[in-house]
């Protein structure tokens, strides 16, 4: 999550502030990362679409909620595709979560309809596509939208070196100090993002590790499972 914010961080001038993100797909620790992230940002909406019993959890949506009520954010979500709020980016990731198994055999029934597609894309113009890849063509989204002049999933690909981001966030100069640690001056905007950042990633740890061992023990809800 970190990498992505970056992204979005230099594609919308070095703001988070206001941007509109909407989220596509299984309420997983994606999910609930990215609204804990943008919730902390003065009048962001992240808007989450996500299949009737895959949502991001309730714990989190009020956490989320708790964050937005001091920084004039907003915080939705919905289990139907139908009036798309115009946004800045579209967000999507892999329907199988890595090292999951979801315990209704029919679960892709529920998430076909949340396809990022062509017609999301022209339902919300302007909007940059962002995934975190690898990606499963025709699952949550479309080649036509993956290597589409929208998508910026590639460029978020190269933020994806930790060390990277991490040197960024504490001035170090991987060209001249790789090894020494030395600093360089930063402004206090960008340390309290960086830190605001590390700390979701760090609070929202355990809720993956929760989330990742209910779908593997099938402690899902009972709606989601078969008959």
């Known amino acids: 999550m970190l990498t992505d914010l970056t992204t979005l961080l230099g594609r919308f001038g070095g703001r988070i502030e206001g941007l509109r993100v909407l989220y596509v797909g299984e309420g997983n620790h994606t999910a609930s990362a990215l609204t804990s992230a943008l919730s902390r940002h003065s009048g962001t909406e992240p808007h989450l679409r996500t299949p009737g019993c895959y949502g991001v959890e309730q714990r989190h949506l009020d956490r989320a909620a708790e964050s937005a009520a ?26 199988q979560t890595t090292g999951t198994t979801k315990p209704d055999p029919d679960w892709r029934l529920a998430f076909e309809p949340f ?32 290597e589409g002049p929208a998508s910026i999933a590639f460029e978020q690909a190269e933020f994806r070196s930790a060390r990277a981001v991490l040197e960024w966030c504490v001035g170090t100069d991987p060209a001249t100090a790789p090894l020494s640690g030395r600093r360089s001056t930063k402004t206090a905007s960008r340390t309290k993002w960086c830190t605001s950042a590390i700390w979701t990633a760090w609070s929202t740890a355990g809720g993956r590790r929760a989330h990742w061992s209910s779908w593997r023990t099938g402690s899902a809800p009972a709606v989601c499972r078969s008959a």
């Open 70 to 95: 001091g920084s004039a954010a907003r915080v939705e979500q919905r289990h139907d595709m139908a009036d798309l709020p115009e946004g800045y980016a579209v967000h999507t990731i892999r329907w």
């Open 115 to 146: 396809r990022v597609d062509k017609v999301v894309m022209d339902a919300t113009p302007g909007a940059l596509f962002t995934h975190n890849l690898p990606a499963h063509r025709s699952d949550e989204v479309t080649a036509e939208v993956l």
